[in-house]
């Protein structure tokens, strides 16, 4: 028997990864009769880098993703999803998405961007999609090619 999904969680950050992750979302959540959260983690380990911290930044930052995801919703609208819900959080986005939002929201699958990192990136910060695929207590599924099915630019590079 085929897993009927209910609740999708597709973490978005800007990439284009992200975004082939999120269009494939709608359709796997449409096909489900699902709902979909989009949600975007503002990682504050950054702000914690610069030597005076400004809220300011924060705000910003909060109100890019929160003009990002308005943009995600109505195009989850245009292709006729009807329980699409956007989500801003903040902290760590391996363990807010694979950990917090997953038992928050009782996610039964998660849909992410392949990562772009190189090598040394991964050893050094490690691979969001990784950690997640690793540490999520529900099925993961990391999107690695277009709506089309056709492997994303990065993809072919590592081939």
Do not use: W
Not at 4 to 12: D, Q, R
Not at 31 to 54: G, M, P
């Amino acid at each position: 028997m085929l897993k009927e999904y209910k609740k999708i969680l597709v973490a978005i950050d800007g990439s284009d990864e992200s975004e082939q992750a999120f269009k494939k979302a709608v359709q796997v959540a449409k096909r489900n009769d699902s709902i979909l959260y989009v949600a975007h983690v503002i990682d504050i380990r950054a702000f914690e880098s610069v030597s005076s911290f400004d809220e300011n930044l924060a705000a910003e930052a909060t109100k890019i993703a929160r003009e990002t995801l308005d943009d995600y919703l109505a195009y989850g609208k245009e292709h006729g999803l009807e329980d699409i819900q956007c989500l801003i959080e903040y902290g760590a986005p391996k363990t807010v998405i694979s950990k917090q939002l997953q038992k928050d929201y009782n996610i039964d699958l998660i849909m992410l961007g392949a990562t772009g990192l190189n090598a040394m990136e991964r050893i050094l910060i490690g691979s969001v999609s990784g950690y997640v695929a690793r540490h999520a207590s529900c099925d993961v599924l990391i999107v690695r090619t277009d709506i089309d099915n056709k492997l994303l630019p990065k993809e072919k590079k590592k081939k």
